[in-house]
């Protein structure tokens, strides 16, 4: 099946400072990707999406200036936590899929912990 | 708004075992429904799914049917193996949407 990869899977950083995660579909060209976060014990929250080539589309409540995606390429989409703090504290997960008019299949990465301190 | 309910975990079953984990849902007119698994130190995996009412989606040996009346997607196997221990998502996506809502997820773990 399709792959999806995610860098780091974990990182550590100091309040302040901007962590930058890699998504990247090994397999395939991701046309849309979808960046995923996840507190402990809830569900899956969608942040964004992103369309190769274009700006990312935010869900209502997520900060862009924030949280900056970028989805240069058909199989990288990279998310930057801006000047982090400690409640960006969280799990991120992206998503990719391939082209296509109707709904495909989205496959995910496995993840990334952040951690502020 | 959408959203998406199932059971709290953790489930903790013997092999061989049944399995149900509930999940219900609200949305307006017809969502498409899905069973993601998550394996330990993996990203999540579709397991199985359903488009309209009554549809039953199966795999691996689980099934979930699509019941609108009770707005529902439980999921169900007959006999747990040890490597069906994960976590378990119930989503729905609006009609031709591709946005999915998840619950919060169902941790399963089968002993031997």
């Known amino acids: 099946g399709a792959v999806v990869s995610q860098h780091p899977s974990w990182v550590i950083c100091k309040s302040g400072t901007s962590v930058k995660i890699e998504c990247r579909s090994l397999?395939?060209?991701?046309?849309?990707m979808f960046w995923y976060r996840q507190f402990p014990k809830q569900s899956l929250m969608l942040m964004a999406t992103?369309?190769?080539?274009?700006?990312?589309?935010?869900e209502q409540g997520v900060e862009k200036d924030k949280f900056l995606i970028n989805h240069a390429s058909l199989t990288l989409s990279t998310l930057t936590v801006t000047s982090a703090h400690p409640e960006d504290s969280s799990f991120y997960i992206c998503?990719?899929?391939?082209?296509?008019?109707?709904?495909?299949?989205?496959?995910f990465g496995p993840g990334t912990r952040l951690t502020v301190l | 708004g959408n959203s998406v309910t199932q059971m709290e975990g953790p489930v903790t079953l013997s092999e061989e075992a049944f399995l149900t984990i509930n999940c219900t849902y609200t949305?307006?007119?017809?969502?498409?429904l899905f069973w993601y698994v998550q394996y330990p130190g993996e990203g999540l995996q579709l397991l199985l799914k359903?488009?309209?009412?009554?549809d039953k989606g199966s795999n691996k040996g689980f099934e979930a049917t699509y019941r609108k009346e009770t707005t529902s997607f439980h999921l169900e196997k007959g006999s747990v193996q040890v490597s069906d221990s994960a976590v378990y998502f119930c989503?729905?996506?609006?009609?031709?949407?591709?946005?999915?809502?998840f619950g919060k997820g169902t941790k399963l773990t089968v002993n031997p």
């Open positions: 989503a729905l996506a609006q009609g031709g949407s591709e946005k999915l809502v």
């Open positions: 998503s990719a899929r391939e082209g296509g008019a109707s709904y495909n299949e989205q496959f």
């Open positions: 359903a488009t309209k009412a009554d």
């Open positions: 992103s369309n190769e080539g274009s700006k990312a589309t935010y």
């Open positions: 949305a307006t007119g017809y969502p498409s």
């Open positions: 397999d395939f060209q991701a046309t849309t």
